[in-house]
C-alpha cells in the first residue's frame, strides 16, 4: 500500500514538472501585453535554441534567420537560450535599440552565459558598473597602444606566423589568423611570448571556453558549455598567478609593460574584476579581429583591382 503511494506521488511529482515546463514555456503567449510579433516558440525549455546555434559560413546569416525573416518578418519571436525572445533583423530598429542604449534599452546576455562569462565581466554588467569598468578599459587601451612596444610586438608576431609557412605545403588561413591574434592579445595583455608554456596552457583552455561559449546552456559533465564554465576557471587560475608572481616580483612586471602591470597599479579594481578583465581582453579580441582579417583577405582574393590598389599604397 505504502509502495503504491509513492509511487503516486512520484509519477504525479515528474507529471506536475513537466507541466510545468510546458506551461512556463508558453506562458507569455497568453498573456500578450500588446503586439506581439509573429514566429514560433519552438520544443518546451529548449526553444529554438538549438536551431539558432547551427554553425554557418561567416560570409551569411545563417539559415534559422533566413527561414525566420522569410516566414515571420525582419522582426520575430522565438525562445532562445530558456528565455522569449523578440529578434530584429531590422537595421534601423537595431540602430535606434544601440542609440537608446542605457535610456529605453538595457543591454544584457542570456542568464546561461553568465555562468560562463563570471558575475563581474564587464560584457554582462550594467548601469554604473559597466561605464566604471568601460572607463578603465579604454584608458588601459589607450595607455598600452601609446607605447612603442605595441607596434614592434605585432610585427615580431606577424613575421613569425610568415615564416612559419615556408615549410607547410598548405595553410589554413583562419586558423593562421587566431593564433595571430591569440598571440598578439596574450602578449599585450599578459606579457607572454607564443614560446613560453603558460601561452600553450592558457590557448588550450581559451579554446575550449570559446567553443561552450555560444552553445546549448546545459550544465552537464562532458557538455560543451560545461567544459567552457571549467575552462574559464582554470584561466582564472593561471592570471591570478600571474598577478601574484607580479606583485611578488615588481621589478619583472615593469619589463613586460602590459595590462598587467596597469592594472596592479588600479586600486578601484578587485581581485576577480581584475581577473575578469584580462578574460574580457581575450574574448573581445580574438574572434572579431581574426574573423575581420580573414574576411578582408578572402574579398581581397575575389578583387584583383582592391588588392592591386592595396599592393600600390603599402609600397608607396
Known amino acids: 500500500m505504502a509502495e503504491g503511494?509513492?509511487?503516486?506521488?512520484?509519477?504525479?511529482?515528474?507529471?506536475?514538472?513537466?507541466?510545468?515546463?510546458?506551461?512556463?514555456?508558453?506562458?507569455?503567449l497568453l498573456f500578450k501585453g500588446g503586439l506581439v510579433p509573429k514566429g514560433t516558440?519552438?520544443?518546451?525549455?529548449?526553444?529554438?535554441?538549438?536551431?539558432?546555434?547551427?554553425?554557418?559560413?561567416?560570409?551569411s546569416v545563417g539559415a534559422f534567420l533566413q527561414d525566420h525573416c522569410s516566414r515571420y518578418g525582419k522582426v520575430f519571436r522565438s525562445h532562445l537560450f530558456f528565455s522569449p525572445t523578440v529578434v530584429s533583423c531590422d537595421p534601423e530598429l537595431n540602430y535606434f535599440i544601440l542609440q537608446n542604449e542605457g535610456k529605453l534599452f538595457e543591454c544584457s546576455y542570456p542568464k546561461p552565459i553568465h555562468g560562463i562569462l563570471g558575475k563581474v565581466s564587464m560584457l554582462v554588467a550594467v548601469d554604473d558598473t559597466h561605464?566604471?569598468?568601460?572607463?578603465?578599459?579604454?584608458?588601459?587601451?589607450?595607455?598600452?597602444?601609446?607605447?612603442?612596444?605595441?607596434?614592434?610586438?605585432?610585427?615580431?608576431?606577424?613575421?613569425?606566423?610568415?615564416?612559419?609557412?615556408?615549410?607547410?605545403?598548405?595553410?589554413?588561413?583562419?586558423?593562421?589568423?587566431?593564433?595571430?591574434?591569440?598571440?598578439?592579445?596574450?602578449?599585450?595583455?599578459?606579457?607572454?611570448t607564443p614560446q613560453e608554456?603558460?601561452?600553450?596552457?592558457?590557448?588550450?583552455?581559451?579554446?575550449?571556453?570559446?567553443r561552450g561559449l555560444i552553445s546549448l546552456p546545459l550544465y552537464i559533465p562532458g557538455t560543451p558549455y560545461a567544459r567552457a564554465v571549467q575552462a574559464r576557471s582554470r584561466i582564472s587560475s593561471s592570471v591570478k598567478a600571474i598577478i601574484e608572481e607580479r606583485r611578488r616580483n615588481p621589478e619583472n612586471s615593469k619589463k613586460r609593460s602590459d595590462f598587467v602591470e596597469i592594472l596592479l597599479s588600479i586600486d578601484t579594481l578587485s581581485e576577480d574584476e581584475k581577473v575578469s578583465f584580462v578574460l574580457d581582453s581575450l574574448l573581445g579580441g580574438y574572434e572579431t579581429t581574426s574573423l575581420l582579417v580573414s574576411m578582408v583577405v578572402h574579398f581581397l582574393t575575389h578583387s584583383p583591382t582592391a588588392l592591386q590598389q592595396l599592393s600600390k599604397n603599402i609600397r608607396t
Open 131 to 192: 561605464k566604471r569598468l568601460r572607463n578603465v578599459a579604454l584608458s588601459l587601451v589607450s595607455i598600452s597602444k601609446s607605447k612603442p612596444e605595441f607596434l614592434n610586438d605585432i610585427e615580431s608576431i606577424a613575421i613569425q606566423i610568415l615564416d612559419s609557412w615556408k615549410d607547410k605545403p598548405k595553410v589554413i588561413f583562419c586558423e593562421e589568423a587566431r593564433k595571430f591574434t591569440f598571440n598578439v592579445i596574450v602578449k599585450q595583455v599578459l606579457g607572454l
Open 5 to 28: 503511494f509513492w509511487l503516486v506521488v512520484l509519477v504525479g511529482g515528474v507529471v506536475g514538472f513537466l507541466l510545468g515546463l510546458v506551461l512556463n514555456h508558453f506562458l507569455p
Open 197 to 210: 608554456p603558460e601561452t600553450s596552457k592558457i590557448l588550450e583552455d581559451f579554446l575550449t571556453f570559446m
Open 41 to 59: 516558440f519552438g520544443w518546451p525549455l529548449l526553444g529554438e535554441t538549438y536551431s539558432f546555434l547551427k554553425p554557418h559560413s561567416s560570409n
